[in-house]
């Protein structure tokens, strides 16, 4: 067994009772079905130690308004204990337009930071050493723009590109089933998300190229099924994708990640994400011929649900929260964000976002859940309720490649169908009472409406944006900025990776918005 220099002495419960990491049944079936944690199919976890060496990282998705405002933001979280950013961007950065769109207008810094440029980048992450933290970024259609301005910043401060690590979500093909921030046709989007695995390969080995989704596809309306199928079909379709342009499977699959959402149902929570390591395990070693058993690991972030929150009662969004969290605690994550009490009426303010983090916090240093590996195994309702969500998933995933695989399947309004049943039938259940969500359906208390201290996003910060822009556009070498655009809709049209010309129009200044309009100019819009 290896060594690892634990985070605790001893591991005991509050009477002396000694906690061992994990027990084995010892049966055949046992280790066939669950393995050991740390091994082949991974269903008990992906670490041999789990949280008794290291806890999950502890992340705060936060960004709002101005890159001044979310610098001042992501400081406040680093000084109150979070380990790792995660970082949300408005929806004109999500969609590739500048700030000074028309289409942009009443958006700019809404439900996140608004990035034009480089420079917003320079301010965003100003007194931030980014080879100290690790950072997500929820960006997909302009991921590679993203990925290259955090790139040019670590080379401004001198960091080794080798150590520098985070995670880019990066997965379009969810946009098409379940959310809408795309831009390009899904052909092309796969041509940037193979182009980013092979970049990153080379040039950042330490980071997590793409972190496929399934928590919008759940907070779309699916249940867990369909949550663990359809996005294990992207999966499946961004390792093909990959192949096809020649890269071996052992040299990028180690850092493909995965982020799923934390739902109230505790128990199919946790059998939800030892189903899928498993399937998962089984797709890369026996369809995929993955030989690295790091290929066949499934590690993944969790956020709680966003849905589940309710604008009644907001203070019960901290009962719901701390289960879902927990939830995924005892599902192994790698990495959790949970959300805050009032984020069903706006953006969260420091004091909610501090009781959200804190949640965090007491379930790793208090409740004694991380002081084991896998309390759950051989639970006879766990296994059995994991057997019947990997039966389920596999059953959609034998679908899907019937019909021609998950971007088919897209084109069909598979995914989109069967998600929007299951939305229906679930809403059916709360307008019939079927479904309780008290505070909302039952246990309702219209006499005494909340006064709440809600985060607003003041409205000059667009104006502020645009003459930031502006200025940027100004000052910098247009001529550069010209044959930069220009060389990059050359490389569009040929078939080299696209990322060294990306990053070269990033250091020169070019906005998102240019970036994003020179591909547009070569392969059209979805």
Not at 179 to 206: E, V
Not at 289 to 307: V, W, Y
Not at 320 to 340: D, P
Not at 361 to 366: C, T
Request: proline share 2%; charged share 25%; with cysteine.
């Amino acid at each position: 067994m290896k060594e690892f220099k634990n985070r605790k002495a001893k591991f005991v419960t509050d009477s002396g009772i000694e906690i061992p990491a994990f027990i084995n049944q010892n049966t055949e079936e046992y280790k066939t079905k669950l393995g050991d944690p740390g091994s082949y199919p991974f269903t008990r976890g992906v670490h041999e130690q789990m949280y008794r060496s290291r806890f999950w990282t502890m992340r705060q998705y936060a960004g709002f308004g101005s890159a001044e405002e979310s610098n001042k933001r992501y400081k406040f979280l680093l000084e109150q204990g979070t380990t790792g950013l995660s970082i949300a961007f408005d929806l004109p950065t999500q969609i590739g337009y500048d700030s000074d769109e028309p289409i942009a207008e009443g958006e700019i810094g809404k439900v996140g930071v608004a990035i034009d440029t480089l420079k917003d980048m320079e301010i965003l992450f100003d007194g931030i050493t980014l080879d100290k933290i690790t950072t997500s970024m929820t960006i997909n259609a302009t991921a590679a723009v993203l990925l290259c301005m955090y790139v040019a910043i670590a080379k401004k401060q001198g960091a080794d590109l080798k150590k520098i690590s985070g995670t880019i979500q990066n997965d379009v093909l969810k946009e098409y089933i379940a959310r809408g921030t795309y831009i390009y046709p899904p052909k092309h989007s796969m041509r940037l998300i193979t182009d980013i695995f092979a970049w990153c390969n080379q040039n950042l080995p330490s980071w997590n190229t793409i972190s496929i989704s399934g928590y919008h596809i759940r907070e779309a309306g699916s249940n867990a099924i369909q949550e663990v199928a359809f996005t294990l079909a992207d999966a499946i379709a961004y390792i093909e994708s990959a192949q096809k342009a020649g890269l071996d499977v052992d040299k990028f699959a180690s850092r493909l990640s995965f982020f799923f959402n934390g739902q109230i149902n505790f128990l199919e929570e946790i059998a939800k994400y030892r189903a899928a390591r498993r399937i998962y395990a089984k797709i890369m070693k026996e369809r995929f011929n993955a030989k690295s058993e790091k290929s066949m690991m499934l590690r993944f972030h969790c956020q709680t649900a966003g849905s589940s929150l309710t604008a009644q009662q907001v203070e019960n969004n901290v009962i719901r929260t701390t289960i879902e969290a927990m939830g995924a605690v005892m599902g192994g994550c790698q990495s959790l964000h949970t959300n805050s009490k009032d984020e069903a009426l706006a953006l969260p303010t420091e004091d909610s976002v501090t009781t959200a983090l804190r949640t965090q916090q007491v379930i790793a240093y208090e409740s004694g859940i991380a002081d084991t590996v896998d309390a759950f195994a051989g639970s006879y309702y766990i296994e059995y309720l994991t057997d019947q969500i990997e039966k389920g998933a596999w059953a959609y995933l034998n679908k899907i490649d019937e019909l021609g695989g998950a971007v088919k399947c897209i084109e069909l309004n598979y995914q989109q169908d069967e998600i929007a049943v299951s939305a229906y039938e679930f809403e059916k259940e709360i307008e019939s009472g079927e479904r309780v969500i008290v505070g909302v359906n039952k246990f309702v208390d219209e006499d005494h409406p909340e006064k709440l201290d809600l985060m607003h996003i003041d409205e000059a910060i667009g104006r502020q944006q645009i003459e930031k822009l502006k200025k940027v556009k100004a000052e910098r070498n247009n001529e550069e900025v010209k044959r930069d655009l220009e060389a990059l809709k050359n490389a569009a049209e040929g078939t080299d990776n696209l990322l060294p010309y990306i990053l070269k129009c990033v250091e020169s200044y070019c906005s998102i918005g240019e970036i994003s309009n020179t591909l547009r100019g070569v392969w059209g819009e979805y």
